[in-house]
């Protein structure tokens, strides 16, 4: 067991600088499993010059040293001294975390209006994580090239005579002790390559493999003109859809009253026999393979269409309900969204968390699917009879599992207010704290699909707990019926067809308080429900801390009301506001759940379509460090190391 110092005082209190964080904790900035991610940010940055109208190729280089070289055409880094920094643009670019060029999008002063990057860690941690990294700008009619190593500028930039055209090029040579593999995955660089070429018809994408040093690579080159379409069939594998695949793009004028104009989005989709809601999506050509809320507006929208489709054809038998999953379980899709400010779970950038995907996407596909069903009505009856079938399917699967659990009583827990359905595949428990958020959930939620059981306060800690001490508390009993399965540990056999609910959700206020009670319910799941955890049940569902009313301001600027996660989220709430010419709005700090009404509650926290629900992940490499965490965190005998702990990092608690 680590100790704490024996000393602690001034000496005891480091300060990163530069770089330093992104080589001390990698995994925070990036995917360490393999360099490939390091090099995409090379890549994106490429790909957003082609975005904005300015390069017209992209060629990757894998070289037989497995460095890897990006190169575009575009309008290459700028050079100069940076009127703030005093050093040369393209050196801050690679070395100052929180620097680029698509900050300001709402001012008009950015170099970017659509583009991936929103942090601006991206180059400088490609940089930090690589024993050198080289790269040649062609600019203004002369060639400039600077040279790093282990992050710090090791060859000053300086200017080699003239050059044609423009661009940029970077060579990295990435660092083996930050990856678990030193070697890029080629199939998922290439694939990463193609739909970049797929999403930007016109754009040549060439990827070069050399072999060995002097020999020449072998060239594999992508340039799309049939768009998404064609890309989706690619992804069937041959395998024809049901119905002919709908495509097209709609996009937000600049007399939109809701939307930046621009923004919008470019879709292919069908249904077929085998698919199960496969799919690809895209923001600003970054691929999310996590999906998020645009991915949720695509299903709303899909859903709605539908219904309505059938509603006005009276195709659905009496007393059967349609749910989302009945409509698109057989979908697959390839979405691309624009979006002017896009806000992502974390820099990886794997999962769309912006509360405005699901709007956007929602508002621009719903009426043109609608459009094409009611002029393709054939197609359209084909699509609603294979939406009812899976409904009837899941229906009588339902039934299946009521009557196999009819034959024993459960006496759930009085304060449970539970939900219609007994299919875990659908079923959500929200374990929320107090009885005030208690009242708002019951009224805001799902009755057929969502459950709420509300929680006193601040449970037991039951870190240092055995099994019978924890289950001696009423709370965690009533946790453990509702639940439908035992206490237990990683290896025991556990009957999870007696598992009540597929998701459990913790839902509590979005301040340290809240967080204290999270902390609690994570580790009663870990130390006595810990197969809940490694089989992805247990999910923490993120309310919004702010909410912005905004006054009208004038006929096409309506008042409307918007909610942020955090103070980063509500700044560019306020930078987008401005830009859309509103003067004049509230901002308001919940204090809690009890707070809102049950419309908020439902929206922004218990919607699927809308809410950020994150699921608990813990790989079992991991477990080990996760253990010592914990006991560092919950344990009594800690206690002292604890305190020592929250002085050194109490300042990465976000607001």
Known sequence: MATAPSTYDESSIRVLKGLEPVRLRPGQFTRTDSPLYIVQE???????????????????????????????????????????EGIPVVQAIFT??????????????????YAGGLHGVGVSVTNALSKRLECEVKRNGKLHRIVFADGDVAQKLSTHGKASGSGTAVRIWPDPKYFDSPVIPMDELARLLRTKAVLLPGLIVTLDLETTEGTAPATRQWCYGAGLA??????????PPLVPVIDGRNYASESDETFAEGEGIEWALSWYEEARAEGEAFVNLIPTTLGGTHVSGLRAAVFGAITAFIDHHGLLPKGLKLQPDDVCRNLRYVLSVRMLDPQFAAQTKDRLTSREGVRLVDRMLRDPLEIWLNQHVADGKTIA????????????????????????????????????????????IFLVEGDSAGGSAKM????????????????MNVWEKD?????????????????????????????????????????????????????????????????????????????PLYRVDVDSAGKKRQAKKLYAMDRQELESWEDRL?????????????????????????????????????????????????????NL???????????????????????
């Open 42 to 84: 090379a890549i994106d940055n490429a790909v957003d010059e082609a975005i904005a109208g300015y390069a017209k190729h992209l060629r990757v280089t894998v070289h037989a040293d497995q460095s890897v070289s990006v190169t575009d055409d575009g309008r290459g880094i700028p050079v100069g001294p940076h009127p703030v």
């Open 230 to 239: 064609a890309y989706l069939a690619e992804l069937g594998a041959g395998e």
């Open 444 to 459: 805001a939620r799902n009755k057929e699909t969502q459950a709420i059981l509300p929680l006193r306060g601040k449970g």
């Open 467 to 543: 099994v019978h001490q924890a289950m001696e508390n009423e709370e965690i009993r009533d946790l453990t019926t509702a639940l439908g399965v035992p206490p237990h540990a990683l290896a025991d056999i556990i009957d999870w067809g007696r598992l009540r609910y597929g998701t459990v959700a913790i839902m509590s206020d979005a301040d340290v308080d809240g967080q204290h009670i999270q902390t609690l319910l994570l580790t009663l799941f870990f130390r006595h429900f810990p197969q809940l955890i490694a089989r992805g049940h247990v999910f923490i569902a993120c309310p």
């Open 633 to 655: 965190l919950m344990a009594k005998a800690r206690s002292g190391a604890r305190r020592e702990w929250m002085e050194r990092r109490g300042n990465e608690v976000e607001d």
């Open 385 to 428: 009879e294979l939406a009812i079938r899976q409904a009837l399917a899941r229906t009588r699967a339902a039934k299946t599992v009521e009557r196999k659990r009819s034959s024993s009583v459960v006496m759930l827990p009085g304060k449970l207010a539970d939900c219609e359905s007994s299919n875990p595949a659908e079923t959500e």
């Open 578 to 630: 401005r830009k859309e010419g509103y003067t004049q709005w509230k901002v308001g700090r919940f204090k809690g759940l009890g707070e809102m009404d049950p419309s908020e509650l439902w929206e922004t926290t218990l919607n699927p379509d809308t809410r950020r629900l994150l699921r608990i992940n813990l790989p079992e490499s991991d477990r080990e460090e996760a253990t010592e965490r914990f």
């Open 96 to 113: 100052v975390l929180y620097s680029g060029g698509k900050f300001d999008k709402t001012s008009g002063a950015a170099a970017y209006t």
